[in-house]
């Protein structure tokens, strides 16, 4: 039965991890997945997670299930990181959080809720976007469209994206990253975030906004803008987040799926499908990613050090930024990566060629996706020059 199936290439992003260790070369740099390094290329467990998890080791008390909803600790928590404390959307009980296997998990949520409860909505992604968007929304049969987001010249396209939104058919889905673009790192301004709400407002469109990377662009505050924006000015609105990169747990699969409604009572029969595609999906959610965040949110010393830990991480990865684009100086090349230095996150969609991507790989054991994104991250003062020399070479 099994001769007819097909082989097929792997992840292209996952498909870089195993690429990057097979590769003998000492030099080698990973600048491919999207995890988080410090200045020796590790990626560490930060602290309060390590504090955290040494208080669930004494603490903790059974290994029973949590529900399809999951922990309704770390749920309030995440929903009160995500909209603020003082938002008037938890006051009124219209934001219902379902604890979801990582940031995908809640992708695949989210899905999975657009295909059964709204049936022939399709849903726009900006072109580029993360390339498992299109794996997990087709893998729930919907319909994908897309707008521009980013231009020849390699800047933000914020015309060509508003135009394009204007012309989405009324009641679809439109799908927006909070803050760090996957893959270019080119972020709405507050203006234009006001002006994409109001955009979403005349088309009576239903927003969908990823939050993978709250704390990795200006803070946590200023990274949330858009997502409170529209969650304060909607009635209606979808939002996926993750814990992998902000608290660093990316094998915990920790994440959240919410449905804001225009009120308690629509938000309870939202909540109830929500519970029953969770159950055919996975049952119940992983339980220890979701216990380390609500230990830490639960300790006001814990809640100190991670975001102290999370300041450190951004500001290390915004540094990192500005000194490439002085590292390319020598060799003429600020002006052409002068981007890279105003783009926010772990991300930078460089420019770079697929051509320039193969030469960096072949010629210097340098990994990024093709698509030219490249994971800030993973430059570090031992490798800058190095990776400055080598993108000399392969651009000339
Ligand atoms: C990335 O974009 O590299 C990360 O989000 C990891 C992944 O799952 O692709």
Same mark, same amino acid.
């Given at each position: 039965?099994?001769?007819?199936?097909?082989?097929?290439?792997?992840?292209?992003?996952?498909?870089?991890?195993?690429?990057?260790?097979?590769?003998?070369?000492?030099?080698?740099?990973?600048?491919?997945?999207?995890?988080?390094?410090?200045?020796?290329?590790?990626?560490?467990?930060?602290?309060?997670?390590?504090?955290?998890?040494?208080?669930?080791?004494?603490?903790?008390?059974?290994?029973?299930?949590?529900?399809?909803?999951?922990?309704?600790?770390?749920?309030?928590?995440?929903?009160?990181?995500?909209?603020?404390?003082?938002?008037?959307?938890?006051?009124?009980?219209?934001?219902?959080?379902?604890?979801?296997?990582?940031?995908?998990?809640?992708?695949?949520?989210?899905?999975?809720?657009?295909?059964?409860?709204?049936?022939?909505?399709?849903?726009?992604?900006?072109?580029?976007?993360?390339?498992?968007?299109?794996?997990?929304?087709?893998?729930?049969?919907?319909?994908?469209?897309?707008?521009?987001?980013?231009?020849?010249?390699?800047?933000?396209?914020?015309?060509?994206?508003?135009?394009?939104?204007?012309?989405?058919?009324?009641?679809?889905?439109?799908?927006?990253?909070?803050?760090?673009?996957?893959?270019?790192?080119?972020?709405?301004?507050?203006?234009?975030?006001?002006?994409?709400?109001?955009?979403?407002?005349?088309?009576?469109?239903?927003?969908?906004?990823?939050?993978?990377?709250?704390?990795?662009?200006?803070?946590?505050?200023?990274?949330?803008?858009?997502?409170?924006?529209?969650?304060?000015?909607?009635?209606?609105?979808?939002?996926?987040?993750?814990?992998?990169?902000?608290?660093?747990?990316?094998?915990?699969?920790?994440?959240?799926?919410?449905?804001?409604?225009?009120?308690?009572?629509?938000?309870?029969? $939202?909540? +109830?499908?929500? !519970?029953?595609? /969770?159950?055919? %999906?996975?049952? &119940?959610?992983?339980?220890?990613?979701? #216990? =380390?965040?609500?230990?830490?949110?639960?300790?006001?010393?814990?809640?100190?050090?991670?975001?102290?830990?999370?300041?450190?991480?951004?500001?290390?990865?915004?540094?990192?930024?500005?000194?490439?684009?002085?590292?390319?100086?020598?060799?003429?090349?600020?002006?052409?990566?002068?981007?890279?230095?105003?783009?926010?996150?772990?991300?930078?969609?460089?420019?770079?060629?697929?051509?320039?991507?193969?030469?960096?790989?072949?010629?210097?054991?340098?990994?990024? $996706?093709? +698509?030219?994104? !490249?994971?800030? /991250?993973?430059? %570090?003062?031992? &490798?800058?020059?190095?990776?400055?020399? #080598? =993108?000399?070479?392969?651009?000339?």
């Amino acid at each position: 039965m099994f001769e007819a199936i097909e082989r097929v290439p792997g992840d292209a992003i996952l498909g870089l991890i195993q690429a990057f260790k097979d590769d003998p070369n000492p030099d080698k740099v990973d600048l491919g997945v999207g995890v988080y390094r410090d200045e020796d290329g590790s990626t560490p467990i930060m602290r309060a997670v390590k504090a955290a998890e040494q208080r669930l080791v004494d603490t903790e008390a059974t290994k029973a299930y949590i529900g399809s909803h999951g922990d309704p600790d770390y749920g309030r928590h995440v929903l009160e990181t995500l909209l603020g404390t003082d938002s008037a959307v938890l006051a009124d009980n219209r934001a219902s959080a379902t604890q979801s296997p990582g940031g995908t998990g809640a992708l695949r949520l989210a899905a999975d809720f657009i295909a059964a409860q709204l049936p022939g909505k399709s849903i726009w992604l900006s072109d580029p976007t993360w390339p498992n968007h299109k794996g997990v929304f087709g893998a729930a049969g919907l319909d994908m469209q897309s707008y521009p987001y980013v231009d020849a010249d390699n800047r933000l396209d914020f015309d060509g994206m508003l135009a394009a939104l204007k012309q989405i058919p009324q009641g679809d889905v439109v799908l927006l990253h909070a803050c760090c673009h996957n893959p270019t790192g080119f972020d709405l301004s507050a203006e234009q975030w006001q002006q994409v709400l109001s955009v979403v407002q005349e088309r009576e469109l239903l927003p969908l906004v990823d939050f993978a990377y709250q704390g990795f662009g200006d803070g946590l505050e200023a990274d949330a803008y858009g997502v409170r924006l529209l969650a304060e000015h909607l009635d209606e609105m979808l939002i996926t987040q993750s814990c992998s990169k902000n608290f660093g747990i990316y094998r915990e699969r920790t994440g959240c799926f919410i449905a804001i409604a225009k009120d308690a009572e629509d938000m309870a029969d $939202v909540r +109830s499908q929500l !519970a029953i595609t /969770a159950r055919e %999906n996975y049952s &119940n959610p992983p339980a220890h990613g979701s #216990a =380390i965040v609500a230990t830490i949110f639960e300790s006001e010393e814990l809640t100190a050090m991670w975001r102290e830990e999370l300041d450190e991480m951004r500001s290390r990865i915004n540094n990192l930024r500005s000194d490439f684009v002085k590292a390319l100086a020598p060799h003429g090349l600020d002006q052409r990566f002068a981007h890279v230095a105003d783009q926010r996150g772990m991300f930078s969609f460089t420019g770079l060629q697929p051509e320039h991507v193969e030469a960096l790989r072949d010629r210097h054991s340098i990994y990024m $996706v093709k +698509s030219g994104r !490249a994971n800030v /991250a993973g430059l %570090n003062r031992a &490798n800058l020059d190095y990776v400055c020399n #080598a =993108i000399a070479d392969v651009v000339k």
